[in-house]
């Protein structure tokens, strides 16, 4: 569940503690696999070690990397909210994520298993990763690339975007990845905000079946700002690319020349790691900024905690975008600093058929698969047919990440993906937060469909009132961190002001993470989603999530996204966009009314939508997130905002041209 914070949150958002607890009541439970949890790598005493000591906990999780200079100090909080974790320490965050492994004796051991969309493949073991990483730093260096400097990132899902990460990370130089997806305009933006001074792309990359060009993107954003001194650009699809002499360098050729020797320097643990962009309501991205030691510690124990990554034995498969946070933090460094094997897969889940997402499960024998519930409920949607046809008995635990899973979506995964044995983590976090925060423990805990439960140990998290007071057992509210974490963000980069606006004006001293949660009887934490996603529907607050979940509770409906839209009446109507299962049928009139009375009944006729419109796709970025700024767009008849981040920006023209047409309630 990760999120885009925006800044409007922490400004007098008042959403009332009772009118967001969840009407959905959750009964179901599974324990852990008795096997997994008699051999898992964090038990319940991890909770104890860490209420007990918190500090101290994160010390002892710290040395589980590898240290130039062991850190002597584990927070420095002295300037509130501007956090330094280990900071006396100095460490190489690439030696982590590969040298070392191959030191231990594991340079044999295949790093990533790499799966292109037309079907070629390659193994990369870490010893073949340590050559490729030198050389892409030496290569870097070549270029003029300075400790400090930033190198904008604009690739496929290819392994040379792992490589080119870890090649920033190794010289000291900040990368800013841009989705391989986004606009010229927005990797301007982005080049301009973190003064980039080398742009590392592609030609193209392969996407549904055929190329889809990138370095016409970047030599458009590139002609728009200044200082970007070099542009190197990997061969991936062979296209033909326009090319700037003294500026463009082919990544093959310059890498090629290079030694495989690189000496690698340790860096403050404070070193700048990553600038990441989110979205803004004032249009001007926050660049998101992570430092090295504490960032590293925390993506690394999560992940090894909360997949109970053997990686001895494991096959692990995070089907993330690079350009996301989640691609950071459990493609590169997580599974990285930990030897994991993992799968990379360059391409879109349903090309060249609806199976082939299952098809690289079993090619590789993948044990934890790691994904978004809206890629689960387009499975959904293809059918239980499709995973049937294969082989997923490797798998043993399965994730959930990017938003709330719906119940139905949960159960669907578990017992068609998990063979009714996976536990699944529903993990929540976000950008700002670097790592997962709220999230089952395999080996530990009892899991609810839809619920990511409780904080992990050493995290502090709580739901508040209006009044910043906490909420009691069933009662919702705002969520909120109350301590510092390792790998938090540490500023809004140019912009700290900002930082202490968006995230820490809101609850004094606490991180508001612009969520709305409630808490159940037994003290496990649910996400609404955005605070911002609350309809106000005549006098009461109904969550956007609640009423989807009850749509996707329908045996009809595989997807739904639901917004609120000004009504002269009720103040916000609740209009729904449903895609359907395959044998439902748009055209069925009963269908829509049937639809509208299933959340009557599910959660109250005040929850009833206004108008249910289904639709073939849903507005989506590259992350797989719905656009719902853009449906709310559609609903009101107002002109469309920004659709430069989606994946299909044609959707919406489909969309725009049916609402018109959909019935309504009386």
């Given amino acids: ?64 990397l590898t240290w130039a200079t062991e850190p002597t100090e584990t927070l420095d909080w002295s300037n509130p909210p501007f956090a330094k974790w280990f900071a006396d320490g100095k460490l190489n965050v690439a030696y982590n994520c590969v040298d070392r492994h191959v030191e231990a004796g594991n340079g044999d051991r295949v790093a990533i298993h790499f799966e292109g969309e037309p079907g070629d493949s390659r193994a990369i073991t870490y010893a073949e990763l340590k050559d490729e990483v030198s050389r892409a730093a030496n290569a870097l ?40 997806g986004f606009s010229a305009d927005a990797i301007a933006a982005r080049i301009q905000d973190a003064d980039a001074k080398v742009v590392i792309t592609a030609d193209g990359g392969y996407r549904r079946g055929k190329p889809s060009a990138l370095k016409p993107a970047v030599d458009d954003a590139v002609s728009r700002v200044d200082g970007v001194e070099k542009v190197l650009v990997v061969q991936r699809t062979k296209q033909d690319v326009a090319w700037t002499e003294g500026r463009d360098v082919w990544w093959h050729e310059i ?186 423990l395999p080996g530990v805990t009892e899991t609810k469909p839809g619920s990511a439960q409780r904080a992990l140990p050493g995290i502090s998290a709580t739901v ?21 974490w390792p790998s938090m963000l540490r500023t809004i980069w140019g912009d700290d002001q900002r930082f202490i606006d968006t995230y820490w004006s809101r609850f004094e001293g606490k991180y508001f993470a612009g969520d709305g949660a409630k808490k159940d009887d037994d003290g496990d934490i649910w996400l609404l989603g955005r605070v911002d996603d609350v309809m106000l529907v005549s006098g009461h607050n109904i969550s956007t999530t609640e009423v989807e979940s009850a749509l996707v509770s329908h045996p009809s409906v595989a997807e739904a996204a639901v917004v609120g839209a000004a009504d002269e009446t009720t103040g916000q109507a609740i209009v729904a966009f449903v895609i359907l299962r395959g044998t439902a049928s748009a055209d069925d009139e009963g269908l829509v009314a049937d639809l509208r009375n299933h959340v009557g009944a599910t959660l109250g006729p005040i929850a009833k939508p206004k108008r249910v419109l289904p639709v073939a796709e849903l507005p989506k970025t590259r992350s797989g997130k719905i656009m719902r700024r853009l449906l709310r767009d559609v609903a009101e008849n107002r002109e469309l905002g920004d659709v430069t981040t989606l994946t299909d920006s044609s959707v919406m023209d489909l969309i725009q041209t049916k609402l018109p047409a959909a019935s309504s309630e009386d």
């Fill in 141 to 180: 260096t070549e270029l003029g690339v300075q400790k400090g400097d930033r190198v904008a990132v604009y690739l496929p899902m290819i392994p040379e975007a792992v490589v080119a990460m870890l090649a920033c990370a190794r010289i000291g130089a900040a990368h800013s990845v841009v989705f391989g």
């Fill in 255 to 440: 890498t090629q020349k290079q030694s495989a020797e690189h000496t690698p320097e340790a860096f403050d643990a404070e070193q700048p790691l990553f600038i990441l962009y989110t979205s803004g309501t004032t249009g001007k991205p926050k660049g998101i900024l992570h430092t090295s030691g504490g960032y590293l510690t925390q993506a690394s124990y999560t992940h090894h905690a909360v997949f109970d990554l053997k990686p001895e034995t494991d096959v692990y498969w995070c089907t993330a975008d690079i350009g996301w946070v989640t691609g950071h933090s459990y493609i590169t460094y997580g599974p990285l600093s930990n030897g994991a094997t993992q799968v990379i897969y360059e391409g879109t889940p349903d090309t060249p058929h609806q199976g082939r997402f299952w098809e690289i499960v079993q090619k590789y024998g993948v044990t934890i698969l790691y994904t978004a519930p809206t890629a689960i409920r387009t499975f959904m949607k293809w059918g239980d047919d499709i995973p049937a046809k294969f082989d997923l008995s490797s798998l043993r635990v399965l994730g959930s990440v990017g938003e709330p899973i719906n119940p139905e979506a949960w159960m669907w995964y578990r017992k068609n993906i998990g063979a009714d044995k996976c536990p699944i983590v529903d993990t929540w976090w976000q950008t700002e937060t670097g790592a997962m925060m709220i999230s089952p």
């Fill in 464 to 484: 508040l009132d209006d009044e910043a007071q906490e909420v009691p057992d069933g009662g919702g509210g705002y969520l909120v961190l109350t301590e510092p």
């Fill in 1 to 64: 569940m990760v999120w885009d914070t925006t800044d409007t949150l922490g400004k007098g958002d008042v959403v009332s503690n009772e009118s967001l607890a969840n009407l959905l009541k959750e009964e179901r439970r599974f324990a852990p696999p008795a096997d997994l949890a008699a051999a898992a790598n964090v038990t319940a005493e991890a909770y104890e070690q860490a209420k007990a000591d918190r500090l101290g906990f994160w010390a002892e999780q710290a040395r589980r």
